[in-house]
């Protein structure tokens, strides 16, 4: 297994002198193509500056981030805008989609952008939807959309074409359990078709999703819960009722 | 869970023998509450004592041995139904009870001591979590999985609620644990 | 990996995405648009605005000026021989051998009634090959035979005549057939007969299409005039329309900046997500510059479409105006497109320093909505003060004249003062700190929004600039005529009725019968006794009896012998032949040294010598008569008989307004020069300076009478000028703040709300808008008086002294009333937030 996404010994600083924030302190991690990770940790702990890093949106004060066997340090602005819209995929909590576009030219819209025809762009953008189980709303615009629609429109758009890293920022936040659930369970279906994941979260239910667990406080990786084994094991310790 | 009212809920469906009752059983709560054959025997004889079941052949213990439900049966199971659970009644947790007595032992580590917990808990959740993703159309498990996910959840909110709490005190040693109010510890032991 | 069905083409895939990308971010942007053009209303009324003036302008400019095809029709020649030429036919058959097609319009005087003025009785085929656009038919028909005329609604009236009526004029009964008119000059009053009915003609037009060198080489004929049809003039007012386009298109664009960076701040995050998605700097730059162009070309489409609907109701209204008929598709097409073009270029270039800054915002803090924090003001104040130097120092090399200096001057001037807005509004946040809340957050919002608080100063500070320069220069042209210096035409307590309608003494001064003069006499009288006159003194101007008639001027149906002047003439060579030009500009009026005009001025008999020929107040007056002379002054209007002559001039005290008779022929003159005398006006002398309504009053029975006057602009009109440029000033100014306010009010929406439910009450919002208001026009009128100041110093480098007289009362309206006004009215309007400025925009 390859790792999509590694960053080693990546730190983060804001501001300097007395207002300095130490948002990152020699963070590790790696994510297989296949693995959904999850980042947990209470607000202000760093979990979206390492998302934002990962994603090549921000750079890291110190440390190596490498996206899909790229070393973004070497790259310039545009080599990696080229590739936030090739290889990276972005859910957001709430807001997602361009207004201007429906759902199926909001998923097009990387594909589009990476030099991709209009009609070849749709198709993809179609299939991806279809994946969703969203075609019938493929020509509605955002706010014609349920908030659980519009999150799953944006992990359409998130996985379409090569993605090869998805990055998502509690995407359940603005959702309720029952559309969460829905929400997790095609983001782990995505991960299953050869992608690496990425979910932040303060939420445990949602980090419950993933196959490894991160924990993050101040900044630092304190702790993480091994790849899950089976669900005979439950019963062994099961509690006692 | 009352394992007497479940066996009560499984013959309403219809006759049923021992073993079959025990399979059904863990069958529809995801295998989430194992429960031994011996436990359903013992219930079902209490059971037929109360006149609640009747079994078809007294002479033949065992496997084979056949029950269905009584009138009074029916009847207990729909009192039990629409009687409110008790949750005015605090249950004593024993997580709560290591956290606090840890925060009065000198050197213990609390904020990694409540990651270990921690840890452990998001583990069980991730196990239940896959179950769930696993079993798409039953509604039985999804449910009972759902319960067990919400009250670890509850747990892991503690956790972190504790978490910040302890962050905020200025330094470790001021912890004033031991002088918890008397009222409240009565309470608790009195619970059992 | 997935199985997608449509894989990306990977070969075909560019750095920056190539054609679909920039179709994909265009079509967003058009969406965008679509889905919130209300919110940029402000920029897109504006610019419609200004594109339907440009329409209606131009249709103005390229309609509203007489037509010279309204004497040439389409030929380029017009050669008028005298009717009682012997020679006629022969000339024109040379003519016709010499151009091929010719046309020829025979012409015949009628004398009207109580009139000064004749009407034309005229030998024109309607279908003539370059005299067709001359006429039109409005009812019945075109006379054909040698009993029919045919008239215009003019003659019609004063001869009370209809169709079908019989007209009996100079011994001969016509039948009128028809009614007829000039549509190029609807107020050319004639009589049409076919061809060749008139009987003795007093004067024929031939119309030719001749080349310079078919006129070298064709026989001169003697008595014969040749006018040549100058090049269109109509282009250099619709050229002045567009150029004032520009100049209300800059003010727009300014205004469009604030607006296009309110827009930008409002999809901030909408401009993060694309780029989270994978857009680079480019396509983020493009939305903004496609939300511009869409702007800029919807607004221009839809000024034209509305410009031209005005203009089509508007145009028959016109005709009666410019007393022409206009032919509605007669637009200056290349202008209107022109200026289409300009308000999409407007549009895109406000559009680039939002799109500029919007593409530099660092991805993560546009996703999350912040702003980024405004560049220090000092940076801006740089290139604003070298621009601002550039600016006043191309106006200062401009010397006045250099177009392109004076263009490059105001739009690096106003640029500057774009630039240093910034450091205004920094030093007034600076200020600020300590006053109360309401005032403090207006103001630290005005500094933390800079580029749209900085543009909204600079359209703000460019209104006043403007108003400010119109008040200082008229200001100090006033006070350079208010001397008591003999500059000038007239004197302001005096008035010229000129016999000639077209006033002065150019063109032809008609021959009047004594009965005629008489009439003529009689309203001239009646005007000077309307403005209780001191006395009336009659002047008379000299003419040559040998010279043939000329034709009168537009819209002039008379001909006269051209009275005789004095004009500066320039030799130069033009086809191998020595050609002499006089200008208008240049020439001096000549009057009669009657008795009663020598008397008026104090010039006794002895005072005169008895062979001057000239007497003049003028210094330095030498007449040289010879035709290769090239200084000095030559009497125009004479036959070439005097030809060498010399001729003395005299310097008398005589008036030294250019209109007054500065200059005198003598009786002595007339005698060796073979001139003859004939009135050509009077001078009314009024106890008081004249009123502007006085004369306007005047003008009108003069014009009543077929004459006109003269008198020197009135004082009053300046002051009204810089009254008006004053109100006109801070009445823009107040509207670029009310609609730039708006703006920036309606963005802090959100901080009204957090105010009002933390208690604050209306007082607080109106205290925030006030003082928005306030600020912005303080600093406006500073900044664009002394901008105004600046420019005129450099304007006026030479000749500083007339910048001495300070319009006090009009600066101080601009420097304290505009912030009154505008913190009255902020307060006032603020009381209550319309629900949809307080609701948050939609995102």
Known sequence: ?241 | MSVRHALLALLSEGPKYGLQLRQEFEARTGEVWPLNIGQVYTTLQRLERDGLVESDDTEMDGPQKGFRITGAGRTELHEWLRTPSDDAIPPRDELVIKVLVAMGVPGVDVPGLLQVHRHRLVELMQRYTRLKGDALDDLGVALVVDAEIFRLDALIRWLDAADARVRRLPAPGAVKVGRVAPGPRRRLAARR | MTSTGAAPPRGRTSDIGGVPARRAVMRWAWRMFRREWRQQLLVLALLTVALVATTVGAGLAANAGYSLAATFGTANRLVTLSGSDPSLAADIAAMKRGFGTVEVIEHQRVAVPGSANPIDLRAQDPRGVYSHPMLRLDAGRYPSGPDEVAVTAGVAAIFNLRIGDVWQQLGHRRRVVGVVENPLDLLDKFALVAPGQTGPSDQVTILIQATARMLDAAPLINGAEVEIRPSTPGASATVAVLILATIGLLFIGLVAVAGFTVMAGRRLRALGMLGAIGANDRHVRLALLANGAAVGAVAAVTGTAVGMVAWFAFAPRLEAIVEHRIDRFDLPWWAIATAMVLAVVTAIAAAWWPARSASRIPIVAALSGRPVRPRPAHRFAAMGGVLLLAGVGALALSHQTRPLLIVTGIVATTLGMLFLAPVGIAGLAAVGRRSPIGARLALRDLARYQARSGAALAAVSLAVGIAAAIVISSAASQAAAAVPSSRGTLPSSQLIVWLSPHGGLGGGVPELTAAQLQTAQTQVNAIATSLHARFTLALDGALDPTVPNVQGGPGDSTAGKPIVELGKAHHKVEGGKNVTEFTDRESIPLFVATPAVLAHYGIGSGDVDPTADILTSRTGLSINQSRTSSSGYQLIGISGRQEGGHLRVQMVKLPTFTSDPTTLITAHALHTLGLTSVPVGWLIQTPQSLAAAQIEDARRLAVAAGVSVEARPTQASLSQLRTDATAAGVLVALGVLAMTVGLIRSETARDLRTLAATGASSTTRRTLTGATAGSLALLGAFLGTAGGYLALIAWYHGKLDVLRHVPVADLAVILAGLPVAAVTAGWLLAGREPPAIARQPLE
């Not at chain 1, 600083?13 to 963070?27: H, I, K, M, N």
């Not at chain 1, 297989?32 to 934002?52: C, F, I, N, Q």
């Not at chain 1, 075609?135 to 659980?148: H, K, M, V």
Request: charged share 25%.
């Open chain 1, 1 to 241: 297994m390859t790792a999509e996404l590694e960053l080693r010994r990546v730190s983060k600083v804001f501001g300097s002198g007395p207002t300095e924030v130490q948002a990152l302190r020699d963070v590790d991690l790696r994510v297989e193509a296949g693995e959904l990770v999850a980042v947990m940790g209470p607000s202000g702990s760093g979990k979206s500056t390492l998302l934002t890093i990962a994603g090549t949106l921000e750079e890291p004060t110190s440390g190596e981030v490498a996206v899909a066997g790229r070393e973004v340090s070497r790259l310039s602005r545009n080599d990696r805008a080229r590739l936030r819209r090739h290889s990276v995929g972005y859910v957001f909590q709430d807001f997602n989609l361009l207004a201007g576009l429906t759902a199926v030219e909001n998923v097009a819209l990387p594909l589009e952008l990476d030099g991709v025809g209009a009609r070849a762009a749709a198709a993809s953008g179609l299939e991806a939807l279809e994946r969703m189980g969203l075609s019938e709303q493929a020509d509605r615009y955002p706010d014609e959309l349920s908030g659980g629609e519009r999150q799953r429109v944006a992990i359409a758009r998130a996985v379409v074409g090569e993605r090869r890293v998805v990055l998502a920022d509690e995407p359940t936040g603005a959702l309720d359990s029952v559309n969460g659930e829905a929400v997790m369970r095609l983001l782990r279906a995505a991960c299953q078709r050869g992608v690496a994941g990425v979910v932040v979260t303060h939420d445990a239910q949602l980090a419950s999703w993933a196959d490894r667990v991160v924990f993050l406080r101040d900044g630092r990786v304190v702790d993480q819960t091994g790849t899950s084994p089976g669900v005979e094991s439950l019963l062994a310790p099961g509690p006692s009722s």
